[in-house]
């Protein structure tokens, strides 16, 4: 669909005002005029949700959503975007200007690589941070380490860093590493979750990583929920608590909440899903089960859904579970990996969900990267693998 020129134009002209238009006036309703007048193909789109990966391949390209019923944008909020360095941003019309303002909230899919930090081989752990291409289906590459041999951390991704929270290394800690996505590098300590812990869930807003549930050194399974900010480096604070304290739990996010599913807790459900929300700190609720009980799980996130796949506790699953961010509801069976197993780690692209690593029988570690698709329910396929076959990696995605 086109956009209505014309009504843009007498529109922008009724702002100016015909009775006293200067020179200042005249630029500014010619430079509106070869604007609109070179974006008459413009696409689009019924939701920011919906915009395609801002990259190089679309830099320039004008997009709207879905147009009002007058065909005037003027008084009704800006609706064209532009895709500039890698996100898309408002194009906004006031009474003397064109102006490029705010950008579209950061997605927490990633459009470029995917990333699997530490883990844990036969038998040393490691520090390395694995990179593996969503535009191919390649294997990964060693890009960094982290700042110590550890394994079953929590993965975050902000825009431009991937968070390692909580690990082992022998032992439990409350560290919080960073390394940078614009670069190939090592990680450094930012700062420390409230509690030291390992097997907890990782999930990531546009402002905040977060760490929900897991495992102390020596106390029961741990409930917490803790956030720590992505525009500085600091220390982690107690926001809330999951319903239930347990370990070995995936974590999804979508824009507005954090998701913990699964986990091993010897009393309680194994197949709860948990909803916790990002705009204020507050405890979850819970508001969905798995299709079955399970621990040692990985989580993915598209837009609209969640995923928990993989797992345990008596036999190594391949399962993969979708539930809906839109309601809550409880999780359908929707494929299955390329092999079952537990301990993996979870990636997200923009249009496919990533297994990598993990354990397939109590004696094998597995260096397999499985990918299934968002847009169709069907099975994960082998697309490449980790440079050393690993347990309890945390992933990333940019």
Known sequence: MALNIQKLLDAATAKIGVAAVDAADSARLASLTDFLNNHRDTETFSSLADLPTADSSNA????????????????SGAVLYVSYRDQWKQVTFTDSAVTVGQFVPYK?????FGYTSGGRQVPPYTNIIDKFPFSSDANASDVGNLTENTYLGAGQSSENNGYTSGRVTPFVTDVIDKFPFATDANATD?????????????????????TSGGSPEISPNTNIIDKFPFSSDANATDVGDLTQARSNVAGQSSTENGYTSGGNNPLGDRT?????PFSADANATDVGDLTEGRFDVAGQ???????????SPSSFLTVVDKFPFASDANASDVGDLSVGREEQAGQSSTTSGYNSGGQTDPSTRTNIID????ASDANATDVGNLTVARIGGAGQQY
């Open 60 to 75: 320039g390209k004008i997009i709207r959503l879905a147009a009002d019923s007058a065909g005037v944008y003027l008084d």
């Open 108 to 112: 927490f899919q990633g459009s470029n």
């Open 190 to 210: 930012v700062g420390d979750l409230t509690v030291a812990r390992r097997t907890s869930a990782g999930q990531s807003s546009t402002e905040n990583g977060y």
């Open 272 to 276: 709860i899903i948990d909803k916790f």
């Open 301 to 311: 996130s598209s837009t609209v859904s969640g995923y928990t796949s993989g797992g």
């Open 371 to 374: 990918k299934f698709p968002f």
